[in-house]
């Protein structure tokens, strides 16, 4: 059961986010936030003794601000939120949104491997100015996460957020793909705006987008790698950890899709692949060596990595 003081917070919540022009349940025209766009997924850094590095972290968020992006994902995989307390996960959110611009969108991962748990962070991640939250599938008992139970966790959540809901869905972190019969029942739900979809099954995006599209539902790629393919089945956007370190190539892409320049679309996300499987080795491998494919996109920019240091056990200790 949910405290007092949480169902006290749960109502005082949704009294606001009934009330907020950007809120799932809030428009006066009875439409959904729109998601669609390009969200960097922000890294967490960490100092040198694995505490969180707020200032690098301001710094980081500054620097991304000067990209047309549609708003930042925090506490997703890249920000490492399974490492990070309860009140490091709150305090970094509250830091993105008084540094981020005012226009851009904060979504806030939530997700934790109880319904309730996840509700009550959710309602904080509301408290601390999070414009919707990004929920990750719970996978510790992945056995027992049937469709059934997917959609009785993320329908709790919903009725109880006060901010929209966007699925989230990361089989290689989970080991868990939300079923495609889940996600079409959830859509329908007047709360739940989306699903960032990070699992690089074109097929399946499309499919997701063709069955839900009779609803106030998007659909976001979950990598730079697949942006392009994504666009051209339907979805409306990306959450892209290249975005971190090729912010205006990735805004690029997402422009030339828009506008229908296929052919230039083609070039740019070839040239971008190489640079994506790159980052993703970011914390195991020196910076210099991302240079070398990054250098491809561009000369311009001085490219640095985005953090330095990580926690364990994602820092590969020295032999």
């Keep these: 059961m949910l405290g007092r003081g949480i169902w006290s917070s749960v109502r005082q919540g949704l009294s606001r ?6 809120g799932g349940w809030a428009s006066g025209e009875g439409r959904k936030v729109d998601i669609a766009g390009i969200y960097p ?42 490492f990070l307390t309860s009140s490091e996960r709150l ?59 997917l959609i009785h966790h993320y329908t709790k959540v919903a009725d109880l957020s006060p901010i929209p809901v966007v699925l989230y869905s990361v089989p290689a972190n989970t080991g868990l793909d939300l079923p495609v019969d889940a996600v079409v029942t ?5 709360n739940i705006v989306g699903i960032k979809d990070s699992g690089g099954d074109v097929t399946r995006l499309g499919l997701l987008v063709h069955k839900t599209r009779r609803q106030d539902f998007q659909v976001l790629a979950g990598s730079a790698g697949f942006l392009l393919a994504s666009y051209a089945v339907g979805a409306v956007g990306g959450v892209c950890a290249l975005a971190n370190v090729l912010g205006a190539q990735v805004c690029q892409l997402e422009r030339l899709c828009l506008t229908g320049q296929w052919e230039d679309a ?31 996109i561009t000369t311009s920019a001085k490219v640095e990595p985005c953090w330095l240091h990580c926690r364990e056990p994602v820092k590969i200790p020295d032999l």
Excluded at 17 to 22: E, N, R
Excluded at 267 to 288: C, D, F, G, M, S
Aim: glycine content about 6%; overall charge neutral; charged content about 20%.
């Design 17 to 22: 986010g009934l009330s907020k022009k950007v």
């Design 41 to 82: 997924p922000v890294t967490t850094p960490f100092t040198a003794t694995a505490e969180v590095d707020y200032e690098k972290l301001e710094e980081n968020l500054h620097k991304l601000g000067t990209f047309p992006f549609r708003g930042f994902v925090v506490q997703g995989s890249n920000g490492e939120f399974p």
């Design 91 to 149: 305090e970094v959110v509250s830091r993105v949104r008084q540094a981020m611009p005012k226009d851009k969108l904060l979504l806030a991962g939530s997700g934790c491997e109880s319904t309730q748990a996840t509700v009550e962070m959710t309602v904080s991640m509301a408290q601390v100015g999070a414009d919707a939250a990004i929920v990750v599938t719970p996978c510790y008992y992945r056995g027992r996460m049937s469709s059934a139970a």
């Design 186 to 190: 959830l859509s329908q739900h007047p």
């Design 266 to 296: 083609q070039k740019l996300q070839h040239r971008l692949i190489e640079p994506n499987t790159a980052k993703v080795l970011l914390e195991y491998v020196p910076a210099w060596e991302l240079l070398v494919p990054l250098q491809k």
